[in-house]
C-alpha cells in the first residue's frame, strides 16, 4: 500500500508561483500513473493534471493548461505540480493521488479511477 503526503500550499499573491509535492512511501510510484485534483470551498473536487508515469501521456486540464504543469523525480518517490501565474480561481485544497494507467484525454480525470489519496494541501490566492 502506498501513502502519499502534499505539500509547499501557501499563501501567495495573484501571478505568483508555487511548487507541490506529492511525496510517497510505502512502495515506489516510479511505474504509477498520478494525478492531481483541487477543490475550492462548497465545489466538487476537479481534475487539475495527470501523469502516467513515463511522460508518454501529460493530461493537463483546460482551466489550467499554460500555467501548470506536472512532473516526477522518481528518484525523491515525488510528483510535482508547478504552478505559474496563479490566479484567485486557483483558491483550492490541492490532492494527489494514485491514478488509472491506461486513460486517455478527459477519462484520466475521473476522480473514481483514483486511489490512495493524499490529505491535500492548500493554496490561498489573493490580493
Not at 513515463?54 to 504543469?69: C, E, P, T
Request: glycine fraction near 12%.
Amino acid at each position: 500500500q502506498v501513502q502519499l503526503v502534499e505539500s509547499g500550499g501557501g499563501l501567495v499573491q495573484p501571478g505568483d508561483s508555487l511548487r507541490l509535492s506529492c511525496a510517497a512511501s510505502g512502495r515506489t510510484i516510479s511505474t504509477s500513473a498520478v494525478g492531481w485534483f483541487r477543490q475550492a470551498p462548497g465545489k466538487e473536487r476537479d481534475f487539475v493534471a495527470y501523469d502516467k508515469n513515463d511522460g508518454g501521456v501529460i493530461v493537463i486540464a483546460d482551466s489550467v493548461r499554460g500555467r501548470f504543469s506536472i512532473s516526477r523525480d522518481n528518484a525523491k518517490n515525488t510528483v510535482y505540480l508547478q504552478m505559474s501565474n496563479l490566479k484567485v480561481d486557483d483558491t483550492a485544497v490541492y490532492y494527489c493521488a494514485v491514478g488509472p494507467y491506461y486513460c486517455s484525454g478527459a477519462r484520466c480525470g475521473e476522480s473514481g479511477r483514483y486511489n490512495y489519496w493524499g490529505q491535500g494541501t492548500q493554496v490561498t490566492v489573493s490580493s
